[in-house]
T-cell receptor, first 114, second 114 residues
Framework: EADIYQTPRYLVIGTGKKITLECSQT?????MYWYQQDPGMELHLIHY???????EKGDLSSESTVSRIRTEHFPLTLESARPSHTSQYLCASSEGGGRNSPLHFGNGTRLTVT | GENVEQHPSTLSVQEGDSAVIKCTYS??????FPWYKQELGKRPQLIID?????GEKKDQRIAVTLNKTAKHFSLHITETQPEDSAVYFC?????????????FGPGTRLSVLP
């Protein structure tokens, strides 16, 4: 089934560790996004990509980085996790190409940094 | 840049009553307005959307109205049921939003009391 998949679903990690949150979509969408959201609270865009080899920073300053080597894959990396990074991270995709098409969200990764 | 305000931030209604959530936007070039529902612990999901060439759209118990002159759009839920309890986010999309991305409202927490 065409969808957007995130792993892991939950992650508890110690301060200073490097982590990568995985996101893959099977819908053939060009645009992909990472949002940070405390549960039930505002959605903050931290990174987005128009397509392969395209990455842009969003409106929320983030210490994370992203890469887009393949259309379907958009991983997010934290080089050194801190307690302030504790949050939920939602990956999303859309048809893009300048068209105003809706976002499809993954189930999210809930990150806790101890 | 675009700014989206959403009111109320919380809303409690009795089962069977109607609920209305209103969003205002600032950029007159915005032309697409989706609404997302996020149940506790789940991903945001698109429930209805409207484009700027339409004034109203309905889908069973939910409807969205758009007033381009006043730059606001509203979500209407009739005959509310307990499963409508969730956080609802409005969003706007416009060609001049940074990177052609969505701008989200801060969310409305709807509680439907049995």
């Amino acid at each position: 089934e065409a969808d957007i998949y995130q792993t892991p679903r939950y992650l508890v990690i110690g301060t200073g560790k490097k982590i990568t949150l995985e996101c893959s979509q099977t819908m053939g969408h060009d645009k992909m996004y990472w949002y940070q959201q405390d549960p039930g609270m505002e959605l903050h865009l931290i990174h987005y990509s128009y397509g392969v080899n395209s990455t842009e920073k969003g409106d929320l300053s983030s210490e994370s980085t992203v890469s887009r080597i393949r259309t379907e894959h958009f991983p997010l990396t934290l080089e050194s996790a801190r307690p302030s990074h504790t949050s939920q991270y939602l990956c999303a995709s859309s048809e893009g190409g300048g068209r105003n098409s809706p976002l499809h969200f993954g189930n999210g990764t809930r990150l806790t940094v101890t | 840049g675009e700014n989206v305000e959403q009111h109320p931030s919380t809303l409690s209604v009795q089962e069977g009553d109607s609920a209305v959530i209103k969003c205002t936007y600032s950029d007159s070039a915005s032309n697409y307005f989706p609404w997302y529902k996020q149940e506790l612990g789940k991903r945001p999901q698109l429930i209805i959307d409207i484009r700027s060439n339409v004034g109203e759209k309905k889908d069973q118990r939910i409807a969205v109205t758009l007033n381009k002159t006043a730059k606001h759009f509203s979500l209407h839920i009739t005959e509310t049921q307990p499963e409508d309890s969730a956080v609802y986010f409005c969003a706007s999309w416009g060609p001049y939003n940074y990177g052609q991305n969505f701008v989200f409202g801060p969310g409305t927490r709807l509680s439907v009391l049995p």
